[in-house]
């Protein structure tokens, strides 16, 4: 039976890590490389990088993190943010990155998805929806981490980018980004019931029960968190015994 | 020891690289090239595979002598060589993936879309499922049989022969996920993905 994924992610700016991990074995709190090791050491299903670099002339740092990363772990490893063009996924994948998330670029041109899953694959190419509720049962994608506003139906976009070639879709509720009162399960609810595509779940978690509603309420196969194991609150092993316990089948 | 890594622009080979590196620290040697002659040199073979199985037979095509040297090398000679991915399905006569395109026809079989009951399962198979180990294999030394690998694929390898087949995993269907013919190995699985338990099977092709 296929597994729920349990994926952290790690938010990049200038080759730092922010909100970084706080645990004790930790040389440099924020070195990226260092702290997703301990995350696949300590049995992350795949490591998420998410590159808040705001300048363009830093695109190396995240490469060569992605390159140092990638010859110490051996899970799966997603690296998003300003990611616009052919060759920044060229790029990123030659450093080792075996996904890469397209936000800002999928939403100006949904043909993009397109061009880079014919190029690259499906496998490879992970759609970043960010969400926002406007009215009941309606949601709209946004851009910028929230701040602009797109006028496109998010369960339109999702199964638009499904038909263009997503392998996989990251969707964040932008309501619920960083309340840790959990995901947003209706909207969850409503792009896994109408695309095909795995989802993962993102936006909201606070607690182990969170990412169980993600996974049995909203449909999710994955569930992404950066908060609940970046403060040590909970070690990844702690979210999969929970998780175990409760019947939702998981790597351990 | 030589092991060719076969680069034939099928797409993201980094992580192979990287894994297969990590594994051979100082005891083996490493090739990452489509240079027919140092294929021919070489003690092992692997080839990877990514993107559809047209695109990938295509590559292969596009490098002159490559698919004979392939097959010398591992029909001929029964030399190791480890498919991964679309690596493995080529190992087919034929493949469905874009269009009805011919494969290797190295372990008779096709190559044809997982059936997802209509929806019912989600495509791509992505993540983590466990291997049902279904022969011994070289592989799979030391591999409990359960074991978690990491998959990525739409489509699935079915050969005519069941006896072929090293290990299934259980999806919407019973999916064959690796096969072992004399010297030829297959992994639908990404062993370079799977953490410690995939290096493992790194390991145990390395040391064959």
Not at chain 1, 234 to 244: G, Q, S, T, W
């Amino acid at each position: 039976m296929l597994k729920n994924r349990i994926i952290p992610c790690l938010d990049v700016k200038n080759g730092r890590v922010v909100k970084g991990i706080n645990f004790v074995e930790l040389k440099d709190a924020g070195d990226p490389v260092e702290q997703a090791k301990i995350y696949s050491d300590g049995g992350a299903d795949e490591i998420c990088f998410l590159d808040i670099t705001a300048s363009n002339e830093n695109r190396e740092t995240i490469i060569e993190i992605v390159r140092k990363t990638a010859k110490e772990c051996f899970v799966p490893l997603t690296v998003g943010g300003g990611v616009r063009t052919i060759q920044n996924i060229t790029d990123l994948l030659l450093a080792g990155a075996d996904k890469v998330s397209i936000n800002t670029a999928a939403v100006k041109n949904v043909d993009f998805i397109k061009e880079a899953s014919k190029k690259f694959g499906s496998q490879c190419i992970v759609v970043a929806i960010d969400a926002k509720k406007v009215s009941d049962n309606k949601w709209e994608v946004f851009t910028h981490g929230g701040r602009n506003k797109t006028g496109i139906d998010a369960i339109k976009f999702a199964k638009q980018v499904e038909k263009n070639g997503a392998g996989e879709i990251l969707l964040t509720s932008m309501d619920k980004d960083g309340t840790k009162s959990g995901y947003d399960i209706d909207l969850l609810k409503e792009i896994t019931n109408s695309t095909n595509i795995p989802v993962i779940a993102s936006g909201g978690v606070g607690t182990l029960d969170h990412l169980y509603d993600g996974i049995v309420k909203g449909g999710a196969s994955a569930v992404l968190a950066a908060s609940i194991f970046h403060y040590g609150e909970y070690k990844i092993k702690d979210a999969k015994e929970y998780l175990n316990s409760k019947n939702v089948s998981v790597r351990l | 020891m030589n092991v060719t890594i076969v680069d034939y622009q099928s797409g993201n080979i980094s992580s192979v690289i990287n894994s297969f590196t990590e594994v051979a620290k100082g005891k083996v040697n490493i090739e990452v090239t489509s240079d027919i002659k140092k294929i021919k040199s070489s003690d092992k073979i692997v080839l990877p595979g990514q993107g559809s199985f047209k695109s990938c037979v295509d590559s292969l095509n596009q490098i002159k002598g490559l698919v004979d040297t392939l097959k010398e090398f591992a029909i001929t000679n029964k030399k190791p060589l480890l498919g991964i991915c679309v690596g493995l399905q080529m190992f087919a006569d034929i493949g469905y993936e874009e269009a009805e395109t011919k494969g290797l026809g190295w372990i008779s079989g096709k190559v044809s879309k997982i059936n997802n009951q209509k929806g019912k399962f989600k495509l791509p198979h992505i993540g983590w499922n466990e291997i049902e180990i279904q022969k011994e294999s070289k592989i799979f030394k030391d591999v409990k049989n359960k074991s978690h690998m990491y998959f990525v694929h739409s489509y699935e390898f079915i050969p005519e022969d069941k006896s072929v087949i090293s290990s299934i995993t259980n999806y919407s269907s019973k999916i064959v996920c690796s096969v072992e013919k004399d010297n030829l190995f297959g992994t639908q699985f990404h062993p370079e993905k799977s953490d410690k338990i995939g290096l493992k099977v790194i390991d145990n092709f390395l040391k064959l």
